[in-house]
C-alpha cells in the first residue's frame, strides 16, 4: 500500500495530490492507494483518501505502507525513515502558495544527500521514483540526535 499525506498546513497542496491520483487513473500504481488530503480542495477519483486520519490510525498507515509520499514536514519524515519507510518527498513551495517559505526544500535535499529519502522537486518525477524506490537501497536511521541536532542547528544558522 502506498500513503500520501500532505501535513496538516492550512494551504492545499493539490499538486501532489493530483498527481498521484493521475497515476493511479492511469494504472501506473501496482498497490492501493490511501491519501490523507489535509486542507487540500482536490478529491481523488482513483484513490482511496480521507481529510484527516486520528493519531492511531495515521501511526497505522505509515506502518502500513510499502512507500510513504509526502510533503517536507520534518516530523513525518523522521518518523518514516526510524521505522525503516521507503520515503518519497514532494516539498511544499512558497511559490506555488503551498507555504510560507522554501524551508522544506532545503531540509529535503539534506535529508536526499544522507540518502534517508528520495526527494521529488518536480512531481513530473514521480513516476521513476516511485520504480526506483523498490529496488532503492536507502541509508538506515540511526540514532545519532545530538550531532543531527547540531547539524540542523549549524543549516539553520547558515540561512
Do not use: W
Amino acid at each position: 500500500m502506498i500513503f500520501v499525506t500532505v501535513g496538516s498546513q492550512k494551504f492545499s497542496f493539490d499538486r501532489l495530490l493530483t498527481k498521484v491520483d493521475q497515476m493511479a487513473g492511469e494504472h501506473m500504481l501496482t498497490e492501493e492507494v490511501y491519501m490523507q488530503t489535509g486542507n487540500s480542495t482536490f478529491e481523488p477519483k482513483n484513490c482511496h483518501y480521507q481529510q484527516f486520519y486520528d493519531r492511531d490510525k495515521f501511526a497505522e498507515m505509515v506502518e502500513k505502507c510499502s512507500i510513504l509520499i509526502t510533503h517536507g514536514g520534518v516530523g513525518i519524515v523522521v518518523d518514516a525513515v526510524k521505522r525503516g519507510k521507503k520515503v518519497i518527498v514532494v516539498p511544499r513551495r512558497a511559490e506555488l502558495g503551498e507555504h510560507v517559505d522554501g524551508h522544506q526544500q532545503q531540509l529535503m535535499e539534506q535529508f536526499h544527500a544522507r540518502n534517508l529519502i528520495s526527494a521529488c522537486m518536480n512531481v513530473d518525477d514521480l513516476p521513476y521514483l516511485l520504480r526506483m524506490a523498490n529496488t532503492r537501497k536507502f541509508g538506515g536511521y540511526q540514532s545519532n540526535t545530538e550531532q543531527f541536532v547540531a547539524s540542523v542547528d549549524e543549516f539553520l544558522q547558515s540561512l
